[in-house]
Nanobody
């Protein structure tokens, strides 16, 4: 089972990026999927999550700017990030769990490698 995150890059403040997390090895249509991020020198933090029934939850710092979605046919979850700010700079990780949404990454049994997002001012 593997979660492959992609789509990171270097952008300017105000730009947009879309991250993708493709799952392989099993079907995650009944799993909650989430994005976390970790900035240099900071703790890893919850960004957004989507349940199997497409309910969503967001960190206050990204609400209204980021949108999480999923394509069950492609076994993929997305994070559309708009109006990016320098403080969004971090390594972004995707994760999956067969249960309800959680804001704690260690509750997710499946975790992908990170993708770097850098936002310049």
């Amino acid at each position: 089972v593997q979660l492959q995150a992609s789509g990171g890059g270097l952008v300017q403040a105000g730009d947009s990026l879309r991250l993708s997390c493709a799952a392989s090895g099993r079907t995650f249509s009944s799993a909650a999927m989430a994005w976390f991020r970790q900035a240099p020198g900071k703790e890893r933090e919850f960004v957004a999550a989507i349940s199997a029934s497409a309910n969503t939850d967001y960190a206050g710092s990204v609400k209204g700017r980021f949108t999480i979605s999923r394509d069950t046919a492609k076994n993929t979850v997305y994070l559309q990030m708009n109006s990016l700010k320098p403080e969004d700079t971090a390594v972004y990780y995707c994760a999956a769990r067969f249960g309800v949404i959680s804001k704690i990454m260690t509750n997710y049994a499946y975790r992908g490698q990170g993708t770097q997002v850098t936002v310049s001012s």
